[in-house]
């Protein structure tokens, strides 16, 4: 299998913009952290950008929150909390009370990427080993609700316009069937 970091595209800032979509339950946040551990390999940092409010990967619910990360994730969320680096608190395990909060605060999380990526507030770490990982831009992981249908899925449209993503992955609703054997 091929490195999931070598099949994105990147964008006018040098660096990919990948975002994730798909109905709950479908592995996009397993998918997410996967992804994120292989832009590593790749680049000394990477930005994730959590739009799922009932299912954070890094902050409390209620929250949209982007995090910068420099180092792998192994385990289930509750085992890397983390200090984001800009959020927004909705309030709500669904953006369903207040739409509008919700794009504001995701549009507003997507100008602080976009000007964190600007200036690469990356600061250099001083190893006995060299670092060959790109320094000078900084991937984006998108990680969307899984809310797909009606107003989730304007919601969904709506912030993929806000983020122009380089890649999107997507996931179809799994089909169980109880007259396959899946092991």
Known sequence: MSSISDDVSVSASGAP??????????GKSSFARTLVNSLLTR?????????DLGQSEFT???MVALTLLSQPLFGPPFTHPTLPLAAH??????????????????????RTYEDTNATTILTDEHD????????????LVVNTMG????????????????????DIVEFETPVWDPQQQYW
Do not use: Q
Not at 43 to 51: N, P
Not at 128 to 138: G, Q, W
């Open 17 to 26: 913009k990948i975002l994730i979509r798909g109905p709950k339950n479908s």
């Open 43 to 51: 680049y000394k940092r990477v930005m994730f950008l959590e739009c």
């Open 60 to 62: 409390p619910g209620g």
């Open 89 to 110: 608190y909705v309030g709500a395990a669904s953006p369903r009370s207040s739409p509008s909060h919700y794009l504001k605060s995701i549009e507003a999380l997507v």
């Open 128 to 139: 006995d080993e060299p670092d060959t990982r790109i320094a000078d831009s900084i991937p």
């Open 147 to 166: 809310w797909t249908k009606g107003l989730g899925a304007d919601l969904n449209r709506r912030i993929e316009e806000a983020i122009n993503p380089t």
